[in-house]
């Protein structure tokens, strides 16, 4: 089973985000907005935690633990602003959407998510967490698309959301695009989840 946690997106900052996407592709002209394979609103979310493919075994584990709870994170606001590529270096592949406000909490809710996966004997990834949206991935990226994005880049807020929970889905592969399912939500501090 394919899972990841991951800070929803509402329906306002779905669409405002599509919105910059088409504002972006329209700046980079046609052929480089083609090398692009743009994510759809109704996939966006900002991941926290990817686990990847997780046994059987360990599923039931890793959904308690993302039922309970997250006390030791009050909500918080995010603010979407700041275009950039992975890798920082050579050819791009993702083109990513950042942080202006939030990226601090963001940062401090994955590491709480992370300890308490830990336990569930799951492998969690040891490197640095970087809060950002991945909007596009480059079919075949190029040096001269990382000086396009920067060109692009306006540094604009471009959404904002009220952070009040961490939701763990599965995603199911397929030709057509991934499907995710939710499993559980962790409400953070105080909060009773409600529902998007």
């Known amino acids: 089973m394919r899972l990841f946690t991951a800070i929803e ?3 306002d900052a779905r669409q405002a985000i599509a919105v910059e996407q088409k504002r972006i592709a329209g700046v980079l002209g046609r052929a480089a907005a083609a090398s692009l394979k743009w994510i ?18 360990h599923t039931p584990a890793v959904i308690d633990a993302m039922g309970e709870e997250i006390d030791e ?38 590491q709480h998510v992370a300890e308490r996966l830990s336990p569930t004997g799951v492998t969690i990834e040891e490197r640095a967490f970087h809060p950002h949206l991945t ?17 692009a880049d306006q540094g ?38 409600r529902g998007a």
């Open 9 to 11: 997106l509402n329906e």
């Open 40 to 57: 759809q609103p109704e996939r966006m979310h900002l991941t926290l935690v990817f686990l990847g493919e997780i046994e059987e075994a």
């Open 73 to 110: 994170v009050k909500p918080f606001a995010i603010v979407f602003a700041g275009l950039g590529v992975f890798p920082p270096h050579r050819a791009p592949r993702v083109l990513w959407l950042g942080l202006s406000t939030g990226a601090a909490e963001a940062i401090e809710l994955q």
């Open 135 to 151: 909007m596009a991935r480059w079919r075949e990226g190029r040096n001269a698309d990382r000086r396009r994005i920067a060109a």
């Open 156 to 193: 604009a807020e471009v959404a904002r959301i009220d952070v009040g929970a961490v939701t763990l889905y599965q995603s199911r592969l397929s030709s057509s695009g991934p499907a995710y399912t939710v499993l559980a939500r962790a409400p953070l501090a105080g909060r009773t989840w």
